[in-house]
């Protein structure tokens, strides 16, 4: 052994044997009998390079699945990219500056920017020593999954789980496509917060109501009143009393609810009559306890709509430009035309004031930069059915085990905020096509299993098919939500399992499909908790209507690294580490060392001091094992000595650890598992027993050398899920040959319980 390890020899030389020579030792096979243990590990979206988050992440993964590989276990840890999707889009748009009008080049673009991804993301992981299965590595651009995916469509839509309908969406007028309600979400911001007088016809007194959206104006269809006592101000105002005192105004009348109920308003500049109805979901003691509902200015509108089957008028188009308003305000930006209807609502004597306001704002949120605030806009998508649902996935999730436990709450409070099926249409192209096509009567068809995957931009012959058959066929041009694609991964790497094939005959999808079924649910499902309502949230929802189980039995939650200044890591902030800078700079043990320190659900900071001392700790267990190579690389751990009372007693104290250690691992905590080991490894082994033991090991004891191989053969098993590279090195060196093995991948931890005294 050298004097000092030389971590960068080590670690490309395992990572070449255990990516090529020796992949046969990660391998799962489905085939084989005996303890299965199935982790449907994250496809990474592929849209950049691996991040700190990555390397938390997928460090986890390959803990557990190294520990339950010499644990015994037919381990199948499966890496998949998650290759569609806007983030993808909008790099190659702002980046690469290419249109997307220019399909074909804009489509080879994202596809040639996935696969440098993947390069970049798959180098990272291999060097902190993360193996999966290579064999059954899926990408949800390829053939295969794309058939999977729209397989699975198809039976959905068969079981009428998927419909088409015209209904108000949440859109995106900055990314031009419609996204589901798991990819929005609130940030604070300031607005206009425009007080407007609404005339009472023949009345000589006004409704005031006040909303963040005037420009609106030309959707309004109807005046809400709440449960409460309106008065009449002196300035001829119809206000709620709590607002009228609130503003100190002079009341000169009080109406009971009922008495302005079904007068008529009129909606200023836009001449037209609505009447006052009563609501008991109006709030009445905010603003001034009246509201006008427009279509669509947020979800209660949507409600309310449908309760009075009101008229639709859609005031904003896919651009987020006013349509179908006032000349002044036509083909103006939201923003522009807010401040602009406010100048002449001021202008015409309809204002009666105007405030700023901070409050909270829909926005494009999940997966993407764009945080541009969210439309609601009438358009015809696809949807699955979700609602319904709700009941049901609450007591599914009952039977799925949290860590933290903790966490199990964000997913229950995202199902019974539901109010959407979930929209899976998204109007982009870098993504998986429809499987259905419209006929000249308006009715939807499946393409036949045999076409699939189906893309009616470039599959002009199976188009013609069936033009030949149906006469006038329209495909649909949106593409599916990258979460459906990803959402079927317990199932997709199972299907990977049973068909190594790059290709697959689509028509044996079905018979395959019942296979895949009897391996559900999974082991383990790990990923972080900013994607609970989206990939966990849709998987559980997919799965579930696809076979009738959970997904997984267990779900292990990490949190977001944030940088050591306490803020998220981020390049735009300046405060983000490259994971392969301190691989370069240190060792990817010490960055496994790190990660390893993390609780699960926890936020938890990245210090240089941590990777400083992981890497300490390293060299201490490479210092401690070269002592021991040193002075007792002849003896025979299989023969064991006669041991002293000294020796027995430090044995049974290991055994305890052990029986602990796997207490801890099946729990996943992992950090008190690493504190365990290493105040035995740097306490109880090397500064105390090995210290008063050295004089023996000078004199030639044999029980003393023993003692000492055989903790340190223990050791190296328990060490090794954490620090692979160092420890398989070690081993190779002194227990390889011995034990006729190239990788410690190959042993178990039951072989060691020989080592006891018993």
């Known amino acids: 052994m050298d004097?000092?390890?030389?971590?960068?020899?080590?670690?490309?030389?395992?990572?070449?044997?255990?990516?090529?020579?020796?992949?046969?030792?990660?391998?799962?096979?489905?085939?084989?009998?005996?303890?299965?243990?199935?982790?449907?590990?994250?496809?990474?979206?592929?849209?950049?390079d691996a991040h700190m988050g990555h390397a938390l992440g997928w460090v986890w993964m390959d803990f557990i699945a190294r520990f339950k590989r010499i644990e015994g276990y037919n381990v199948y840890l499966p890496q998949g990219w998650d290759c569609h999707g806007l983030p993808t889009e909008l790099k190659v748009e702002n980046r690469l500056k290419i249109p997307k009008t220019d399909v074909e080049r804009f489509l080879k673009a994202c596809?040639?920017?996935?696969?440098?991804?993947?390069?970049?993301?798959?180098?990272?992981?291999?060097?902190?020593?993360?193996?999966?299965?290579?064999?059954k590595e899926y990408k949800t651009m390829d053939r295969k999954y794309k058939a999977f995916v729209q397989y699975t469509l198809i039976r959905m839509f068969e079981e009428n789980l998927i419909y088409r309908e015209e209904h108000p969406i949440l859109w995106c007028p900055n990314c031009k496509t419609a996204i589901s309600a798991e990819e929005s979400g609130y940030i604070k911001r300031k607005d206009i917060f425009a007080y407007i007088k609404l005339p009472i016809k023949e009345e000589n007194k006004s409704i005031l109501i006040a909303t963040t959206r005037p420009e609106m104006i030309s959707a309004c269809v109807v005046v809400l009143i709440g449960d409460g006592i309106y008065v009449e101000t002196k300035e001829g105002l119809i206000v709620s009393k709590v607002y009228a005192e609130k503003e100190g105004l002079e009341i000169i009348r009080e109406y009971d609810a009922n008495e302005l109920e079904e007068k008529i308003v009129e909606i200023p500049l836009i001449n037209r009559e609505v009447r006052i109805k009563r609501d008991p979901e109006v709030e009445y003691e905010f603003g001034t306890g009246i509201v006008w509902v427009c279509t669509y200015g947020d979800e209660m509108d949507i409600k309310w709509q449908k309760k009075y089957d009101l008229p639709v008028y859609q005031c904003i188009d896919t651009e987020g430009r006013i349509i179908n308003s006032l000349k002044e305000i036509n083909g103006l930006k939201v923003e522009d035309a807010r401040k602009k209807i406010v100048e002449i609502l001021k202008e015409k004597g309809y204002l009666y004031k105007s405030e700023e306001i901070e409050h909270n704002v829909l926005v494009h949120a999940e997966r993407s930069e764009?945080?541009?605030?969210?439309?609601?806009?009438?358009?015809?998508?696809?949807?699955?059915?979700?609602l319904d649902l709700k009941d049901k996935l609450l007591e599914i999730q009952k039977d799925i085990k949290f860590y933290p436990e903790w966490m199990r709450q964000r997913l229950i409070n995202w199902i019974n905020s539901l109010s959407w099926d979930w929209v899976i249409s998204r109007n982009r192209i870098w993504g998986l096509a429809f499987p259905f096509l419209k006929t000249k009567d308006s009715k939807?068809?499946?393409?036949?299993?045999?076409?699939?995957?189906?893309?009616?931009?470039?599959?002009?012959?199976?188009?013609?098919?069936?033009?030949?058959?149906?006469?006038?066929?329209?495909?649909?041009?949106?593409?599916?939500d990258v979460w459906v694609e990803s959402s079927i991964t317990p199932l997709a790497i199972i299907l990977y399992a049973l068909i190594e094939e790059k290709d697959i005959d689509p028509k044996d999808l079905p018979r395959l499909f019942n296979k895949i079924k009897e391996y559900v649910p999974v082991d383990l499902r790990p990923q972080g908790y900013e994607i609970i309502r989206t990939w966990l949230f849709d998987t559980l929802v997919r799965v579930y209507l696809l076979t009738g189980k959970k997904p997984w039995k267990e779900v292990?939650?990490?949190?977001?690294?944030?940088?050591?200044?306490?803020?998220?890591?981020?390049?735009?902030?300046?405060?983000?580490?490259?994971?392969?800078?301190?691989?370069?700079?240190?060792?990817?043990?010490?960055?496994?060392?790190?990660?390893?320190?993390?609780?699960?659900?926890?936020?938890?900071?990245?210090?240089?001091?941590?990777?400083?001392?992981?890497?300490?700790?390293l060299i201490k267990l490479w210092n401690l094992s070269r002592y021991i190579w040193m002075n007792c690389k002849n003896v025979d751990?299989?023969?064991?000595?006669?041991?002293?009372?000294?020796?027995?007693?430090?044995?049974?104290?290991?055994?305890?650890?052990?029986?602990?250690?796997?207490?801890?691992?099946?729990?996943?905590?992992?950090?008190?598992?690493i504190k365990l080991w290493r105040k035995f490894v740097w306490g109880e082994f090397a500064n105390s027993y090995l210290e008063k033991n050295k004089m023996?090991?000078?004199?030639?004891?044999?029980?003393?050398?023993?003692?000492?191989?055989?903790?340190?053969?223990?050791?190296?098993?328990?060490?090794?899920?954490?620090?692979?590279?160092?420890?398989?090195e070690i081993y190779s060196i002194i227990f390889g040959k011995k034990e006729n093995k190239k990788s410690i991948i190959e042993t178990k931890f039951k072989e060691l319980e020989s080592l006891f005294p018993h």
């Open 111 to 135: 596809r040639e920017w996935t696969e440098n991804s993947i390069e970049s993301m798959k180098n990272t992981f291999k060097k902190l020593g993360f193996v999966p299965d290579w064999s």
């Open 444 to 480: 939807i068809i499946s393409v036949d299993l045999e076409d699939l995957p189906f893309d009616p931009r470039t599959d002009k012959e199976k188009l013609e098919k069936y033009k030949r058959i149906y006469g006038d066929i329209e495909p649909f041009s949106e593409v599916v």
């Open 556 to 617: 292990l939650i990490n949190g977001m690294v944030l940088a050591e200044d306490g803020r998220k890591m981020s390049k735009s902030l300046g405060n983000a580490v490259d994971p392969n800078d301190i691989i370069d700079k240190y060792s990817a043990d010490a960055l496994r060392y790190w990660a390893l320190f993390s609780s699960h659900g926890d936020d938890y900071r990245f210090a240089w001091k941590d990777i400083e001392t992981g890497q300490a700790f």
């Open 370 to 386: 764009c945080k541009h605030p969210i439309e609601l806009i009438p358009k015809e998508q696809f949807f699955i059915r979700i």
């Open 3 to 48: 004097k000092r390890p030389n971590f960068k020899k080590i670690e490309e030389k395992w990572t070449k044997l255990w990516n090529k020579d020796l992949q046969r030792l990660f391998k799962f096979d489905i085939n084989k009998k005996g303890n299965v243990y199935i982790i449907d590990s994250p496809p990474p979206f592929t849209s950049g």
């Open 696 to 728: 023996r090991v000078k004199q030639g004891d044999l029980a003393a050398k023993w003692t000492l191989l055989a903790t340190l053969r223990i050791i190296l098993a328990y060490l090794h899920p954490a620090f692979p590279f160092t420890t398989e």
């Open 637 to 673: 751990i299989k023969n064991k000595p006669g041991l002293s009372k000294e020796d027995v007693e430090f044995l049974k104290r290991l055994e305890k650890l052990i029986a602990k250690s796997h207490s801890l691992v099946g729990e996943y905590k992992f950090q008190e598992y």
